[in-house]
């Protein structure tokens, strides 16, 4: 089998059952805006902008080469950012002039 | 972008940052997320201090309210029946823990017979309204993989051996159902109360790495 066919038929987030080297036990505490992320993703639940399974969804699409790159939490916003733009909620150009606004910004919160 | 940091092929896991300094600027990723959240409230799909309310939900979260249910499946066969049957009901009724999201809990009973192992192959699913969030190591690669494939030799790095008569089942987690292992009392503990009982069950017990121990106690 092709290496190609193997990226079909397993999905980035499909691992399980997979080798895979030693568990490194790490953890680490969440930096603020990891945690207001992840804050975010639950007030995205609750208002059922975007659920769960959306959310993991988003973040299989950004693909294999993305998804090694990104840490978790940049994954998420990423995909967040994605799936507003496909529900119409708002549009990239919106979020690119927030972006430059906030960067212009001489104190950043 | 100040928080950059070296990726290579493997990286898929959550590394310790460099400690924050009031100097910083933020990072990328940071500024996104302080864009969508602006443009969300904004645009009033969400309240402005939602985000803090919810932090401090999280914040509210640890393996501690775990083990006290734990604590008192042990000592009360009558709430063990009701948390085995519904564990999400049980934990909402007997110990006002809210579940902030629409998940069901099923709570796996260890035995002599059987050992509980919970994963997310797919993600991160965790039982988080009890638990709070899962550690690094539950979302990575190593751990999502060989859990279902090889969960004696998985056990066996986190120094728990089991016999061989012991059936392992391991119990995949999914956007809707999340598990909790009920690990077994140790032994010699029939004179210990709820609370001493409760300091001998850690997040890892939880999650069935590793069995609940009299050495195990929280400090």
């Known amino acids: 089998m092709t290496e190609s066919a193997d990226l079909v038929k397993r999905l980035p987030n499909d691992i399980g059952g997979l080798t895979a080297g030693p568990i490194s036990k790490v953890d680490h505490e969440l930096l603020p805006w990891e945690k207001r992320c992840h804050a975010l993703a639950d007030v995205l639940d609750f208002h059922k902008i975007i659920n769960t399974e959306e959310k993991r969804r988003g973040v299989e699409s950004l693909g294999t080469e993305m998804i090694n790159a990104l840490s978790y939490y940049e994954r998420w916003i990423v995909a967040f950012a994605n799936i507003l733009f496909q529900k119409g909620l708002f549009t990239p150009e919106q979020l690119a002039n927030k972006i430059a606004e906030i960067e212009s910004r001489p104190t950043i919160a | ?219």
């Open chain 2, 1 to 219: 972008m100040e928080h950059q940091h070296g990726h290579d092929q493997q990286h898929d896991h959550d590394h310790p940052h460099a400690e924050i300094t009031h100097d910083l600027r933020p990072g990328y990723y940071e500024i996104m997320e302080t864009a969508v959240r602006e443009l969300l409230i904004e645009k009033r799909m969400i309240g402005a201090d939602e985000i803090r309310r919810q932090i401090e939900v999280l914040d509210s979260r640890t393996p501690a309210l775990g083990a006290r249910v734990i604590a008192r499946a042990w000592v009360d066969p009558d709430f063990k029946a009701r948390l085995l049957a519904d564990g999400r009901k049980a934990c909402e009724q007997e110990f006002g823990i809210s579940f902030y999201d629409d998940t069901g809990l099923i709570v796996l009973e260890n035995t002599d017979r059987v050992h509980n192992l919970i994963v997310c192959t797919l993600c991160s699913c965790y039982p988080r309204p009890i638990l709070g969030l899962p550690p690094d190591w539950y979302k990575l690669k190593p751990y999502r993989s060989r859990a279902i494939s090889e969960p004696r030799a998985v056990l066996a790095e986190f120094g728990t051996v089991l016999p061989d008569d012991v059936e392992v089942r391991v119990s995949d987690s999914t956007a809707m159902v999340r598990y909790l292992v009920l690990p077994l009392r140790p032994e010699g503990t029939e004179n210990y109360s709820e609370e001493q009982l409760a300091a001998l069950v850690t997040r890892d017990t939880m999650i069935g790495v590793v069995p609940a121990t009299k050495a195990g106690a929280i400090q």
